[in-house]
């Protein structure tokens, strides 16, 4: 059974930094790219970064790019999505997701139609 685990969100103030993790099991982490998106109430999921099983290539939203940092460690099976900068639009609960297919890259990482796989989610809140 395929899993996402995320962990280590929380409440920061503007200007403030969290480091987000999501543990993987149940398939071969290292063969499949991986992404975070984010959602806030009454609006679609949003792309916020994704990287290629062929690390370190890396997408990420222009809304982010600069402030956020996606990373992978495969012998943990651990993705990660260090934010910085965070500002009260950045509230929102973070996903991350799987990629439906093995040994694939590419741009179309950014559509959530890629992943197959979703973890739970977990809270971000960016105080002003």
């Known amino acids: 059974q395929v899993q996402l685990v995320e962990s280590g969100g929380g409440l920061v103030q503007a200007g403030g930094s969290l480091r987000l993790s999501c543990a993987a099991s149940?398939?071969?982490?290292?063969?499949?790219?991986m992404g975070w998106f984010r959602q806030v109430p009454g609006k679609e999921r949003e792309f916020v970064a994704a990287?290629?099983?062929?690390?370190?290539?890396?997408y990420y939203a222009d809304s982010v790019k600069g402030r956020f940092t996606i990373s992978r460690d495969n012998a943990k099976a651990t993705l990660y999505l260090q934010m910085n900068s965070l500002n009260p639009e950045d509230t929102a609960v973070y996903y991350c997701?799987?990629?439906?297919?093995?040994?694939?890259?590419?741009?179309?990482?950014?559509?959530?139609?890629?992943?197959?796989?979703w973890g739970q989610g977990t809270q971000v809140t960016v105080s002003s």
């Open positions: 997701a799987q990629s439906g297919k093995a040994n694939h890259g590419g741009s179309y990482l950014r559509s959530s139609d890629e992943y197959d796989v």
């Open positions: 149940g398939r071969a982490f290292e063969k499949y790219s």
């Open positions: 990287i290629s099983y062929i690390s370190p290539i890396t």
